[in-house]
């Protein structure tokens, strides 16, 4: 089976911190992502990433970075998290663009 | 800029009716489209894709979805609802190899409820 994994499942963080996200695919995926998911507003994509240290922007990437030193693991960074980023993260892994992409179990980030 | 439209938040229907949940996308490119469901505290399951060929296509748990090429619709469909598919479906575009990019864009997803 194909597995995404995400590091922590809950987090608490509070306001001005760094935070780092960790995801790992085991299915040697070129491509991965990291989305938030917010009550009405779906899917939005943060950051992407097609190969290793490669990375492209998504539709909101204030406030976030990312990194890809090895194929199997995409971190998203908060270099100072604010309340404003509490949400849910989704990472997920696909290879080519005609496959389905893989999604992790999500981290719920809570930023006080 | 590609997006992904799901004029509906919440699709309500009784078990054993037909379920169509909609979804419309724009693209620069020909479109690759993926239905997604998610069950509460899980994260997103495949359902089905359109890459090319067959417009229908069918997929996970008696799902189908239609692609319409000149309506740029891709709905999803099942004959006859159960209560276990009451969930938040979202549907996603990716663009061609012509199109530029290889974003991966999801609508902002339609809460199903079916009911006895």
């Known amino acids: 089976d194909v597995k995404v994994t995400q590091s922590s499942r809950y987090l608490v963080k509070r306001t001005g911190e760094k935070v780092f996200l960790e995801c790992v695919q085991d299915?040697?995926?070129?491509?991965m992502f990291w989305y938030r998911q917010d009550p009405g507003l779906g899917l939005r994509l943060i950051y992407f990433?097609?190969?290793?240290?490669?990375?492209e922007k998504g539709d909101i990437p204030e406030g976030y970075s990312v990194s890809r030193e090895k194929k199997e693991r995409f971190s998203l960074i908060l270099e100072s998290a604010s309340t404003n980023q509490t949400s849910m993260y989704l990472c997920a892994s696909s290879g080519d663009r005609r496959t389905e992409a893989f999604f992790g179990q999500g981290t719920r980030l809570t930023v006080v | 800029a590609q997006s992904v439209a799901q004029p509906e938040d919440q699709v309500n229907v009784a078990e054993g009716n037909p379920l169509t949940v909609k979804c419309t996308y724009s693209v620069s490119g020909n479109p690759y489209l993926f239905w997604y469901v998610q069950y509460p505290n899980r994260g997103l399951q495949f359902l089905l894709k359109?890459?090319?060929?067959?417009?229908l296509v069918k997929g996970s748990y008696g799902f189908e979805a239609e692609f319409n090429k000149s309506q740029t619709s891709f709905h999803l469909k099942k004959p006859s609802a159960l209560v276990s598919d009451s969930a938040l479906y979202f549907c996603a575009v990716r663009d061609s190899p012509t199109g530029g990019g290889n974003k991966l864009t999801f609508g902002t997803g339609t809460q199903l409820k079916v009911e006895l």
């Open positions: 299915m040697d995926h070129e491509n």
């Open positions: 359109y890459i090319t060929g067959d417009n």
């Open positions: 990433s097609y190969d290793v240290k490669m990375k």
